[in-house]
């Protein structure tokens, strides 16, 4: 059974680091599938839910994890569940446009400039198909940009 959350791991105000690995960010918990050196929270992102109170926290790194994971709707879903209103989800993710976005045979799918509009009402693809992914969670985009071979996203929680 991997480790529980503790008082003693949780940083306060609650910023998490989802999918660390051994890439620490100061003030951030470190969460990840494998329990290694920086890692606060073992947790496997595709159980839901994650382990984190509603609306408990400020701030989410999500870099390299997307791209990984089984239920990116349910990714989402938990990322807005668990960001307090005003909260910011900082995404880095492979861009379809690059090689290194099919190399990798772990990645499960491949992200445009407009993957995460569906989560964000003041968007077409919000406003059309919103409703039917974005299951009452709501972003507002408040960057999106290709950064070499990496495309990032900034989305504060409504």
């Known amino acids: ?74 990714f989402m879903t938990e990322c807005g569940r668990v960001l307090a209103k005003g909260g910011t989800l900082r995404l880095r993710t492979n861009y379809w446009k690059c090689e290194n976005a099919y ?14 509009d569906y989560f964000c009402p003041d968007t077409e693809f919000g406003q059309k198909y919103g409703a039917a992914y974005a299951r009452g969670v709501a972003f507002r985009k408040m960057l999106v940009q290709l950064r070499g071979q990496e495309l990032v996203v900034i989305l504060e929680r409504l």
């Open 103 to 116: 190399t990798d045979p772990t990645h499960k799918r491949y992200c445009t400039e407009k993957t995460f």
């Open 1 to 74: 059974m991997p480790p529980s959350v503790t008082s003693t791991s949780i940083a306060t105000p609650l910023k998490l680091n989802l999918g660390c690995g051994g890439l620490l960010a100061e003030g951030f918990t470190g969460v990840d599938l494998v329990n290694m050196p920086g890692v606060d929270v073992v947790h496997d992102l595709d159980v839901l839910p994650w382990p984190f109170e509603d609306a408990s926290c400020d701030e989410i790194i999500a870099s390299d994890i997307f791209e990984h994971v089984n239920d990116p709707i349910g």
